[in-house]
């Protein structure tokens, strides 16, 4: 599905998402992801919600976003409650939905200018 941006001063916006692959600005990436307004990490480790472990969120807590929106996919899976607890207990929001659902808050939360990651499985 395409999404469109009127206009937007932020680097790196979602343009669209489909089947196997996100358009980030202009390019495709075809491995998940964490992508920030500022800042973009391709080739997120985890394949699966299952694959998560602490360690997959190191990085994108070190980068100290206010909030992590957590894209599971084509469907909204939940995490393990230990993994949840333990990324909340370092003081972040998370919000888990579909990689759609993800794909569209974050481009909305950037566009407001909010401190925002997305880590993002593809669909």
């Given at each position: 599905?395409?999404?469109s ?5 932020q ?16 390019q495709?990436y ?16 985890p ?15 070190a ?17 393990s ?9 370092a ?6 939905m579909?990689?759609p659902a993800?794909?569209?808050?974050y481009n909305i939360l950037?566009s407001e200018g ?9 669909l």
């Open positions: 599905m395409k999404i941006l009127a206009a937007t001063h680097k790196f916006a979602i343009r669209a998402y489909e089947k196997g692959q996100l358009i980030i600005n202009e495709a075809r491995n998940n992801l964490i992508i920030m307004p500022e800042q973009l990490i391709p080739d997120w480790r394949q699966s919600v299952g694959d998560l472990t602490v360690a997959d969120f190191d990085e994108l807590l980068l100290k976003p206010g909030m992590i929106i957590l894209g599971t996919g084509e469907r909204q899976i939940f995490p409650a230990a993994l949840y607890a333990e990324v909340t207990n003081g972040i929001g998370v919000e888990i579909n990689t993800a794909c569209r808050t950037m909010r401190s925002i990651a997305a880590a993002l499985m593809m």
